[in-house]
């Protein structure tokens, strides 16, 4: 589904939208969101709102600095998000420091990654995917 958010507002609907959708089947691993798109499409931002729907009560900045964040959330089904940035990573290995293959088992952790074109021989194949796109200004393309 192709939407267009033409505002910071119209982005945090599109991530209540995808909050709401979140696959409530049984799950032995954790979910895994590949965000995909360009510098400033909007990762961070989607990111930062779903962080806000989940309740995350820690500051939301984006990890470019720190590779990967945590923050405490209240779902039914997931007790963390697990926000990654994998710009500067510049092979897997060093997200395989980070006890990636711990995060990865654990079906309570919700994790979006920014810049999974960097990693992805260590995601799961059939990760879900979200492909963000620069439109103009104050538009950008969600494809969820
Ligand atoms: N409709 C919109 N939805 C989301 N962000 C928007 C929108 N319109 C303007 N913006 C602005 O675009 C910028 C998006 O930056 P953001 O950090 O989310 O991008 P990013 O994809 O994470 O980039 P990077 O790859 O550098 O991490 C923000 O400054 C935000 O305010
Ligand atoms: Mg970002």
Redesign the pocket.
Known sequence: MRLI????E??EEIAKDFVEKLSFGVHENACVVGLY?D???????FTKSVAKILGAKENIT?P?FVIEKIYNISHLFFTKLIHI?A?RLESAEELQKLSWAETLANAKNLILI??PENVLEILPENHMKIN?KFVS????EIEI
Request: proline share 0%; no cysteine; hydrophobic share 15%.
């Open positions: 958010s033409k505002s910071l119209n982005t798109g510098l400033g499409s909007g990762k961070t931002t984006s470019t940035d710009y920014e810049w963000f200004e104050n538009e950008r």
